[in-house]
């Protein structure tokens, strides 16, 4: 099953780092890590994705485990706008399911 | 415009009613795909559709019926509505064999009221 879990909840400090971290034990060799987040009242949006290695863009970074049973997304800087519910998911045999993510509270 | 919308936005139905949620793109995505999503939690996959003549049952596609008329559309219907389906309802489109890299465009949503 294409199953992931994260905390429920996790709180930063405005302009600070946060790690938000996501174990997926049961990925298989070819499923990709995607990272998605939910601001109120929107849609999911695309955020980062991995395979095997360490990424980097310009919303966050993503750090993938070598065994690829865990990863962690990093926000370097946190701002209000990143408060939002974070998803870490991978996409098999072409669908993608959500779990229930984990909320980030940014403080100022 | 938006790459994918939604219509209608918000919508308040009756018990027993039929009522159908539209979703069109223009991304020129082969794969769409249709979501709900209940208070705090997250989103669950009620049907996916792959191309025109491809059209798959996701986790809860009980109660929910889909039509994809045409590449850029893939609507779905409640055929006699109840309140425990209300919901926020998401639409999704995917690239095939670039949503490993790319991911999916999701629409705005469209909440709907069973009452």
């Known amino acids: 099953d294409a199953k992931t879990t994260q905390p429920n909840s996790m709180e930063s400090n405005e302009e600070e780092p946060v790690h938000l971290p996501c174990n997926h034990s049961t990925i298989s060799g070819t499923d990709y890590i995607h990272w998605y987040r939910q601001l109120p009242s929107q849609g999911p949006e695309y955020v980062i994705h991995g395979l095997t290695s360490n990424v980097n863009n310009r919303m966050a970074s993503l750090a993938i485990a070598e065994d690829r049973k865990s990863s962690t997304l990093i926000l370097h800087r946190a701002t209000l706008r990143d408060a939002a519910v974070y998803y870490c998911i991978f996409i098999r045999r072409g669908d993608m399911r959500f779990g229930a993510g984990t909320r980030l509270t940014v403080k100022p | 415009d938006a790459d994918v919308t939604q219509t209608p936005r918000n919508r308040i139905t009756k018990t027993g009613k039929r009522i159908m949620l539209e979703c069109s793109q223009t991304k020129g995505h082969d794969r769409m795909y249709w979501y709900r999503q209940d208070p705090g939690l997250g989103l669950r996959l009620i049907y996916y559709?792959?191309?025109?003549?491809?059209?798959n049952k996701g986790e809860i596609s009980d109660g929910y019926s889909v039509s994809r008329q045409a590449q850029a559309k893939f609507s779905l219907s409640l055929e006699s509505a109840i309140p425990n389906q209300t919901a926020l309802y998401f639409c999704?489109?995917?690239?095939?064999?670039?949503?490993?890299?790319?991911?999916?465009?999701f629409g705005s949503g469209t909440r709907l009221t069973v009452v």
């Open positions: 559709s792959f191309d025109v003549k491809d059209i």
């Open positions: 999704a489109t995917s690239d095939s064999g670039k949503d490993v890299n790319y991911g999916y465009t």
